[in-house]
């Protein structure tokens, strides 16, 4: 009886299980249906674009390097074709392997190999990859000959970055190198980031950097189809590149080569001026470098030469290296008298070679005296007493007012990164500059260091020049640039720079004829007069000596028996013709001593080139000091005078 009543229920339990497991398969194909449906419908648009970009690769492809050219159309920085050997990782057979055999047939160094698995690891196994640059013509044939034993590996023609005059130059137009992390978070942050997609050069100072983005260019793509190894298969479509504009320059080559070539190798720099404009026609720092050693990623041997040389042949001086001024301050102070009211040209003070404030002597450079000085005489004959006692009378609050509407103490904002503000020194300065309250109070005595160009003072040869500019401009402020158009090179448009005045100091005409005829007065009878000799033109000038360090009271500068580097700092400002003034010059040699023994024969060449045409034989030749040089500015320094 039990084994019947079990076998009548087996056909039930039968009929549920398959009804259960009818409806579980059916549950998965609704599933199964209700994804596809999800897919292939819903989410059709999305998956097809995402299709499609796996298929479809975009390759950037690089524009040409916009031209750098000065005033004349001569090249100082531009693009030339070399043959690079490459390889796709996406189509050789083994990466490694591939590169040992190259290195049997091509030089491969190890910087070589290390700057490829960088690039590697930055793109695409379908990209094309430098593993050696700039091949010689043997090189290519070399390996033309074996071509068949490497796929994936290719020679391309590709633009390398060239600066032909090599040193001429080199810190005003800069150079490219590598693009690093930091560079990569700038372009980032400027919104450049796809337009440097594959770019591996960016320019670093100089005007390859401030105008970066103006001689980068547009980049190309090309679209490329991929298979699922992301192996290139054909290109479906190509975009141009556009070339970054031409730059031409206020510079005139041959006036740089000219004024570098009269340094001989001392250190200092030069910054020359068309005040008319702001045109920068020369700017010089003294010893310089060469731009291609960096466009490649410069050697470790090189750099450690340059970045560790004493004389610093990286630092650009014209517009970083700040001096005390010396004397070339001088006419700065006579025009700040005449127009705060504080002296009238003809007003004259008596010179015992000496002027007493407190228990201190402020000493003159001729011993018992000029006699009788007026303005233009203190400026002919650079009468230290005349300006310690117009110093002590103007105080140090109108000094620096006059000296900061000049434009001293502050950036020119000149078109290359770099530049230094240099110090104005006030006592607002001083008490930003010092953190003791005993070291933030001004003292008195202070004034009359500042008043000859020496205590705190601090300027660069550009805001030297671009000062007495805005002088001879009769207040006019021109911002001092050196790209004088912009070019691009697709439409041939033309931008030019403008050359208008960006401010106006207030200067009386008859206040700055003053200065003008006491900078002649220098160069015809004064300290200037050696170095001018016999000149076809007219000019003007000051020379100026600054102190390296401070000598002990009663103490006499003799510099032979100083180290080189102790001597002091050589200064000459001047400008050609008088009358209407085309050029401004200033000029600091480094430890050259007297401003009319080094500095000013450097400004002659300059000048003579630039009005004549007359080439220099050779560097400048330094002159005899003449008698009653700025030597004992430097006997006594008064920071601490009160």
């Not at 404030?357 to 003159?364: E, K």
């Not at 007026?374 to 000296?403: E, P, Q």
């Not at 500095?599 to 002159?623: M, N, S």
Request: aromatic share 8%; net charge neutral.
């Amino acid at each position: 009886m039990s084994d019947f009543h079990h076998g009548e229920q087996d056909p039930d339990r039968f009929r549920n299980r398959i009804l259960v497991s009818g409806g579980l398969v059916l549950l998965c194909f609704l599933l199964l249906f209700g994804r596809f449906f999800y897919l292939q419908v819903l989410q059709h648009e999305y998956y097809a674009t995402r299709a499609e970009s796996n298929r479809i690769s975009l390759v950037p492809v690089m524009p040409n390097r916009g031209n750098i050219v000065d005033r004349n159309g001569q090249v100082l920085a531009r693009n030339y074709s070399a043959f690079t050997l490459e390889i796709t990782p996406s189509k050789t057979l083994g990466l490694e392997e591939t590169i040992d055999s190259l290195d049997e047939i091509v030089d491969i160094q190890l910087k070589d190999r290390r700057r490829f698995k960088r690039l590697l690891e930055e793109s695409k196994n379908f990209e094309s990859i430098p593993i050696r640059t700039r091949l010689t013509d043997e090189e290519v044939a070399r390996f033309a000959a074996h071509r068949y034993r490497f796929p994936g590996v290719e020679v391309k023609a590709r633009l390398f970055r060239q600066y032909p005059e090599n040193t001429l130059a080199a810190h005003a137009i800069g150079y490219i190198s590598r693009i690093n992390a930091k560079d990569k978070e700038n372009i980032e942050a400027a919104g450049h980031e796809a337009n440097y997609k594959g770019t591996e050069h960016i320019g670093k100072v100089g005007l390859e950097a401030h105008y970066e983005y103006e001689l980068h260019g547009t980049a190309g793509y090309e679209q490329v189809e991929v298979d699922a190894g992301g192996r290139a298969v054909r290109v479906l479509s190509q975009t141009a590149p556009l070339p970054g504009n031409n730059l031409t320059l206020t510079l005139d080559a041959k006036l740089q080569k000219v004024a570098e070539n009269a340094f001989g190798g001392r250190r200092g720099s030069l910054t020359a001026i068309d005040p008319s404009s702001g045109a920068v026609l020369a700017l010089v720092s003294s010893p310089a470098f060469d731009p291609n050693l960096f466009v490649d990623g410069i050697r470790f041997d090189d750099w450690d030469e340059l970045n560790n040389h004493p004389d610093k042949p990286l630092l650009n001086r014209a517009i970083y290296s700040t001096y005390p001024p010396g004397s070339t301050f001088k006419p700065l102070m006579a025009l700040a008298a005449l127009s705060t009211g504080k002296r009238t040209p003809g007003q004259a003070i008596a010179d015992p070679g000496y002027f007493n404030f407190g228990n201190r002597r402020f000493m003159d450079d001729k011993v018992g005296g000029h006699g009788m000085v007026d303005m233009h005489k203190s400026i002919v004959v650079s009468c230290n007493t005349y300006y310690y006692v117009l110093a002590n009378d103007m105080g140090i609050d109108n000094i620096a007012r006059f000296m900061g509407e000049l434009g001293l103490g502050r950036r020119t904002e000149i078109d290359i990164p770099g530049e230094a503000t240099g110090i104005l020194p006030s006592p607002e300065w001083k008490q930003k500059r010092f953190k003791k309250r005993e070291q933030q109070k001004w003292y008195s005595g202070e004034t009359i260091s500042v008043g000859i160009g020496q205590g705190y003072n601090a300027y660069s040869t550009l805001q030297m020049a671009h000062a007495l500019s805005n002088i001879l401009n009769y207040g006019k402020v021109f911002r001092p640039h050196l790209v004088h158009s912009i070019t691009n090179p697709t439409t041939g448009e033309v931008r030019m720079v403008e050359s208008q005045p960006v401010r106006q100091v207030a200067l009386k005409p008859e206040h700055v004829d003053v200065i003008k005829r006491g900078m002649a007065g220098v160069v015809l009878e004064g300290t200037g007069s050696r170095a001018f000799a016999g000149a076809p033109y007219t000019s003007g000038g000051k020379t100026g000596t600054a102190q390296v360090f401070s000598l002990k009271s009663g103490q006499k500068y003799v510099a032979g028996q100083l180290r080189e580097r102790l001597r002091d700092h050589s200064w000459y400002v001047a400008f050609a013709p008088v009358d209407q003034p085309k050029i401004v010059v200033a000029v600091m040699v480094e430890n050259g001593g007297f401003g009319a023994q080094s500095a000013a024969p450097i400004a002659r060449q300059v000048f003579d080139y630039h009005l004549t045409g007359k080439l220099p034989g050779g560097p400048a030749p330094e002159v005899d000091a003449p008698e009653g040089s700025e030597a004992a500015e430097l006997i006594e320094d008064s920071h601490e005078a009160d």
